[in-house]
């Protein structure tokens, strides 16, 4: 079972290189951070001609810088560095991000894709689309703001820290007495803030599937005059999330002005204190130190900020990692099998066979029957006898609860699910094309061999008119085939099929919404393919003159 450490520790291990790269230079940024007003220090030393005990740190790190010329060309090195190492940090940082959100979206996918069909039923495509963008970005910035980041932070605060210690403690340790009460203000709104922001995606995620399904049916919508409806019903989603969003950005807008009230009050207190005690206090501070106390405070102030906002950070990729992990560990079909056996005969046998819908709904109940190899069978029915059910249960999408389901005398469950389909083929309206042109759709290869015999089969079912050649295969059908007719949808779905070439074909109502030619192409094909293939159609008209060997009827479930 995936978890958040598991990805993470996972993406850690196999990209170890690009993250330590952003580590180190993250290292060596902070470093020049911290150097340039300390080393302002020493140019108050230089062009003042003024010396302390603690002014002794700089001639330690710098060595005895004595002229202004030698001071700004090492103050230039250093301005250099620090460029280098902020571009490297940031551009490492955002190659970690890239990198993360590659491997996820790519796994992720994988996963839907090899997720069983009961898992893609229980929710609409929509509210799955929001993992491949706002949670995506949630989790980038999860291992690059909130541990890269965050880590870098807290060392340069520690470092920067242990400065300000040596060049004056008392005002240290003020600064110190003051993070907690900004640490716990800060934490107290960030909960409350956890709280909008996932009522508000979750808000987000139904509007989104609301706008994918309702663009799925627009020809609905359209003929059926629903755009009204739909669209009232649509604004008051939208207006949801707009409250939603009002609350949340009252409360962020809050945490983003308070944030930096809190750091420069804290840095006016600082500044009136060293006023104090370099005036009237007992413990005197020099110009040079109270500069480069003051520019290292300055410095730190950013970095507080990100550490104070890394809260918000985490809590959001928290979010998204348990969305995400829901679909990562959702149950997945068995793709390989090491024990798979070749599938030789194309005999299917059903023993008892039970299944139930989630709801709870029994659609078929104590099957059985036996179906001999290259045979051509008709499946009949009333309506919700589990026709399509049953075709479903035999290319494994669905599972039997009770019973056991033979293709060559051998239980399905032991095939994986590729070999299994290696073997059995399907048309049915519930099965899209997908392709931007007609070789695309129905070539299982796409291999440029494989044009002939697309073309071939294209010319038997009547898809191809005398003066067309190869070039149909060139023509564009769009998103699953939306701007070509219902019958020519139908032949190409029929025509992909075929040239698969599989052992057992399912064909759920073939000839409906087909002309009678057309129905007698399809006819001939059939006769021809019946002599090695088992064929199982679902068909309730009957107009043609192809005659079954066998019929299985379904009845319904009292």
């Not at 003020?174 to 900004?182: G, N």
């Not at 500044?271 to 410095?299: C, P, Q, R, S």
């Not at 046998?349 to 001999?372: D, H, R, T």
């Not at 992909?496 to 057309?518: H, M, V």
Request: proline share 2%; aromatic share 12%; net charge positive.
């Amino acid at each position: 079972m995936q978890t958040k450490k598991t990805l993470l520790t996972e993406f850690i291990k196999n990209n170890s290189k690009v993250i330590s790269a952003s580590f180190v230079f993250g290292f060596l940024s902070i470093v020049a951070t911290i150097f340039i007003p300390i080393f302002l220090g020493k140019y108050y030393q230089i062009a003042l001609h003024t010396h302390s005990a603690r002014g002794k740190m700089f001639d330690v790190l710098f060595g005895n810088i004595t002229t202004i010329k030698v001071f700004f060309i090492v103050f230039s090195v250093l301005i250099i560095s620090k460029f280098i190492t902020d571009f490297l940090m940031k551009y490492y940082l955002g190659i970690t991000g890239e990198l993360l959100a590659k491997n996820i979206r790519e796994s992720l996918f994988l996963r839907q894709l090899n997720a069983k069909l009961e898992v893609h039923q229980k929710k609409e495509t929509g509210l799955y689309l929001l993992r491949y963008t706002g949670d995506l970005s949630a989790i980038q910035n999860y291992l690059t703001k909130g541990i890269i980041t965050f880590v870098n932070d807290c060392l340069h605060l520690i470092l920067a820290l242990i400065v300000l210690a040596f060049l004056n403690v008392h005002l240290t340790l003020i600064l110190l007495a003051s993070y907690p009460v900004i640490f716990i203000s800060i934490l107290y709104l960030n909960k409350k803030l956890k709280v909008l922001t996932g009522k508000r995606r979750n808000r987000r995620s139904n509007n989104l599937s609301f706008v994918s399904s309702r663009l799925n049916s627009i020809l609905t919508i359209k003929v059926f005059n629903r755009q009204n409806v739909e669209n009232e019903k649509y604004a008051k989603g939208s207006t949801s999330l707009y409250q939603y969003g009002v609350k949340y950005y009252k409360l962020y807008s809050l945490i983003f002005a308070l944030l930096p009230f809190m750091l420069y009050s804290m840095l006016a207190l600082i500044l009136w204190i060293a006023y104090d005690m370099k005036h009237e206090g007992h413990y005197k501070i020099h110009g040079h130190i109270l500069l480069t106390f003051i520019m290292t405070m300055v410095n730190v102030i950013p970095v507080l900020k990100r550490i104070l906002s890394v809260n918000f950070i985490w809590q959001a990729g928290d979010i998204s990692f348990t969305k995400l992990l829901r679909v990562y560990n959702a149950k997945q079909e068995v793709n390989q099998n090491p024990s798979d056996k070749e599938i030789t005969s194309g005999s299917i046998e059903f023993k008892n066979v039970s299944y139930a819908f989630a709801n709870g709904e029994n659609i078929i109940n104590n099957l059985s029957f036996q179906i001999p190899s290259n045979a051509l069978i008709l499946i009949s029915g009333e309506h919700q006898t589990g026709k399509s059910t049953l075709f479903k249960l035999i290319t494994g999408l669905y599972e039997a609860k009770e019973g056991e389901i033979l293709i060559g005398k051998i239980n399905i469950n032991n095939y994986s699910k590729l070999l299994l389909r290696k073997k059995v083929t399907i048309l049915s309206d519930e099965f899209p094309l997908i392709g931007k042109t007609v070789f695309e759709c129905i070539s299982y290869s796409r291999k440029e061999e494989k044009r002939q015999p697309a073309f071939a089969i294209l010319q038997k079912l009547g898809y191809v008119k005398e003066s067309e050649g190869e070039n149909v295969l060139n023509q564009p059908i769009f998103e699953n085939g939306k701007n070509i007719s219902y019958s020519q949808r139908k032949i190409l779905m029929l025509a992909r099929a075929l040239l698969t070439n599989k052992k057992i074909l399912l064909l759920d109502e073939p000839f409906e919404g087909l002309d009678e030619s057309l129905i007698n192409k399809i006819v001939v094909i059939l006769e021809e393919y019946r002599s090695n293939h088992t064929v199982l159609i679902i068909d309730r008209n009957k107009q043609h003159s192809l005659q079954y060997d066998l019929e299985l009827q379904l009845v319904k479930n009292n």
